[in-house]
């Protein structure tokens, strides 16, 4: 098996209600030597990674006490030795949440990472660049964020709650694939 790097495989934006706004979900990357049947990236469940991102909530509600918003809360939580959750608080109270897949892409030249995994700095790159994403978002002036909020909502039930700009989309897209452990900003 070829080397393998830590990618993101999901992004989760979730409101301050604990309503998601956007999840971007990224492939997993295999190569022809690792699967030689199917090479293609492998999609990822949209379903599995929502329950992961929900199980988040708790944690960021524990220690919300501690931390004060506007910082990094870590590594939230391992799944397994594959995947691991980080989160970041925005002023707003929006939560960013970031998946990592520890073997999600193949390793290229210069990118590997140590056997011990991540450190929480790793990801202040891709947190920094979604907070700026966000609030390019919020700038927007057809952009209204109580359309977002599910108290405040005046949209009829079943309507979608969560960001549709594309710009946004686009740039969170961006982010998900830009990111490599070490990169100094994105």
């Not at 080397?3 to 999840?23: D, T, V």
């Not at 220690?63 to 506007?70: D, H, I, Q, S």
């Not at 925005?90 to 590997?112: F, H, Q, S």
């Not at 830009?178 to 100094?184: D, F, K, R, T």
Request: charged share 20%; glycine share 6%.
């Amino acid at each position: 098996m070829d080397l393998r790097s830590p990618s993101i495989a999901a992004i989760g934006i979730i409101g301050r209600n604990n309503n998601p706004l956007h999840i971007a979900l990224f492939p997993c990357i295999v190569t022809a030597a690792e699967q030689p049947s199917n090479p293609a990236p492998q999609e990822r469940d949209e379903l599995e990674y929502s329950m992961m991102l929900n199980s988040c909530l708790d944690i960021f509600e524990a220690r919300m006490p501690v931390k004060t918003a506007g910082h990094d809360f870590g590594l939230l939580q391992a799944l397994d030795e594959r995947l691991a959750m980080y989160g970041w608080l925005l002023n707003t109270g929006i939560k960013l949440v970031i998946v990592v897949d520890m073997e999600g892409r193949p390793a290229e030249a210069g990118r590997l990472t140590s056997a011990l995994g991540l450190r929480n700095s790793d990801l202040t790159p891709a947190f920094q660049a979604l907070q700026t994403a966000y609030i390019n978002l919020l700038r927007n002036p057809f952009y209204v964020p109580d359309e977002h909020d599910p108290r405040l909502s005046s949209k009829s039930r079943g309507a979608s709650l969560r960001i549709e700009s594309p710009k946004f989309t686009s740039e969170v897209e961006r982010i998900g694939n830009a990111w490599y452990p070490g990169i100094a900003s994105i």
